[in-house]
Each structure stands twice: as C-alpha cells, then as structure tokens.
C-alpha cells in the first residue's frame, strides 16, 4: 500500500464517521438537514474508497474515474441541496 | 470522450465543493461554532485539490501534492470533531 | 430584551438552550407535583419523544429536575439549591408577564436550530450539557 493509498483509506474512514455521526442524530432529532449531510459524506466516503480500490486493487486495465466523479458530484450535491434547502429553520 | 466526461464531473464537484465550503463559513459566522470552520476549511482544501486535479491531469491521482492537500482536507474534518469533544464550556 | 431582570437572564444563559426546553420547565413548574416520562412531554409540547428525552435529560443535568427510574425514566421539577429555585420562579414570573421577551431571547439567538443540529450531531459523548 502506498502513502496515497492510505490517506485514501484515511479520507474514507474520516467521512464514513461523519456520516455515521449525522446518522446517529438525525434518528434523535428527525432533520433533514441532518439526512442530506449524512448522505453527502456518505458519498463522499464511497468516492474515496473507489479511489482506493482503482489505485490499489484494480489492475491498469481498467478505470474507474467515471463512476469515481460521479459519485463525488452526486455527494456534492446532496451536501449542497441539505445546506441550502433544509437548513431553514 | 470519457476523459472529457471525468472533467466535467470533477468540475461540477470542485465548484460544488467551493459552495459548501462558503455555506459552512456562513453557518460560523451565525452559531459562532468553531466545527463550521474547521467544516469549511475541509471543503474549501477538498475544492483546491480538485482544482489542481482538475487542472494538471483530471485523472491521475497519484501525484504527492494532490493527496496531501487531500490528507490536509480531511485532516481538518478530524480537527473540527476533535475540537467539538474537547468540552469547552 | 432588557425588561428582564440579570437574574433571569443569567438563569438563561447558564441553564436553557431552546425554547423547547425553556417550555419544559415551564410545564414542570406547573405542574410540580407531577413526574414526566419522554412521552407525556413529547404529547405536551408536540415534539418528538427522543427530542423531549434529550431536553428532560438537560434539564436533570442542570440539577432542576429529580429523575426517577421506575421501569421507565420520570422526572419532576425540583432544583436542587435554593438560589436555582428563586431563579427559576423569575424566569417563570417573567414569562408569565412578558413571555414575548423570553422566547426572543431564546429563538432569536441568531442560531438556527437545524445548524445546531448539525454541530451537536458530532458531539459523541452526549451527556455533556454543552
């Protein structure tokens, strides 16, 4: 495994805890706010991940990059929808 | 056409991360809770990283100073939780 | 905002962190003799049970509320030191004349409630009152 390969792993982990702290308290206090975020940093945790896995598990022969930035900007737009959308009152 | 394809969702990403970033120092600006801009810190690096990805080589995620801006991002997210549980009244 | 006295000002600021909770106490005070469940407060106050629970919980914490666990957890209002009780009674006497300015001063804190959500969802031991 790599430097990059482990901060990879390290980003993934970082942003599964986020999620799974949004989780946690979105089950106390219902917000949706709170649901989007979780599901934003859950993307993004999958992002990194798919990046681990094109750089260290799979051979050169294939790519990953398109369902890798797809899921980026899909986690992106979850973050940005809750931000703006739920966080109201 | 699929590397074109990667740059265009890895732009949509950046700007989005450069969104949620400004959203994040806006909600410290209000609640005056340092997570925010631990938060907005992570996006703002995390929308850097992806600018100069998006920038040299949009695949290519190999090269030292990309994932250490990286590792610098998600860092700060660690930060941010961190200063959050060290219980300062 | 300053028609309320420092007392009740202080109390707020040291004790109350929503309007929800403010509310509770109120409720409690009313009603002293009574020992509430996360359900009968949720009923009360039209809020979630896991939310009421939080914000009795808060309140224990505060040393207002005694908590007695009997098959299910029920608090009572009860301060724990005379000056938390006079205190208290200003806030509720405040509410009582002028509750305008008390809900302002706890909604108007210029924090959203789902942005302390969000802070607070990252707070991983939960038994602290901060």
């Not at chain 2, 394809?5 to 950046?14: K, M, Y």
């Not at chain 2, 120092?25 to 997570?35: Q, T, V, Y």
Request: hydrophobic share 50%.
């Amino acid at each position: 495994m790599t430097i990059a390969d482990a901060i990879y792993l390290l980003c993934a982990l970082t942003s599964l805890a986020a999620a799974a702290l949004l989780l946690r308290h979105y089950r106390a206090v219902r917000s949706p706010l709170l649901l989007w975020s979780c599901i934003g940093f859950a993307g993004l945790a999958f992002n990194n991940v798919l990046l681990f896995v094109d750089l260290a598990v799979l051979p050169h022969t294939v790519n990953l990059a398109v369902p890798r930035t797809v899921v980026g900007m899909l986690a992106m737009v979850a973050l940005i929808y809750g931000l703006i959308w739920e966080a109201g009152a | 056409m699929s590397e074109s394809q990667v740059a265009f969702f890895q732009g949509i990403s950046t700007a989005g991360s450069f969104v949620v970033a400004l959203i994040f120092l806006r909600f410290w600006r209000e609640s005056h809770d340092r997570l925010f801009a631990f938060f907005g810190a992570a996006f703002a690096t995390l929308a850097v990283s992806w600018t100069l990805l998006g920038l040299t080589s949009p695949e290519d995620e190999t090269r030292p100073y990309l994932y250490a801006i990286r590792l610098v991002a998600f860092l700060l997210l660690i930060a941010g939780i961190v200063d959050k549980n060290r219980g300062t009244q | 905002m300053h028609e309320l006295s420092p007392l009740v000002l202080g109390f707020v600021a040291d004790h109350l962190r929503s309007l929800e909770e403010l509310q509770l106490l109120m409720t409690c005070m009313t009603s002293s003799d009574r020992w509430w469940d996360a359900g009968a407060v949720s009923r009360e106050l039209g809020v979630t049970p896991t939310r009421a629970r939080y914000a009795l919980d808060h309140l224990a914490s505060r040393n207002l509320l005694d908590i007695r666990v009997t098959g299910d957890v029920r608090y009572q209002f009860r301060p724990g030191t005379p000056e938390l009780a006079e205190a208290a009674q200003a806030v509720a006497s405040a509410y009582r004349r002028n509750p305008v300015a008390l809900v302002g001063l706890l909604s108007g804190g210029g924090s959203r409630r789902s942005i302390r959500d969000f802070a607070d969802a990252f707070r991983i031991r939960k038994d602290d009152d901060r």
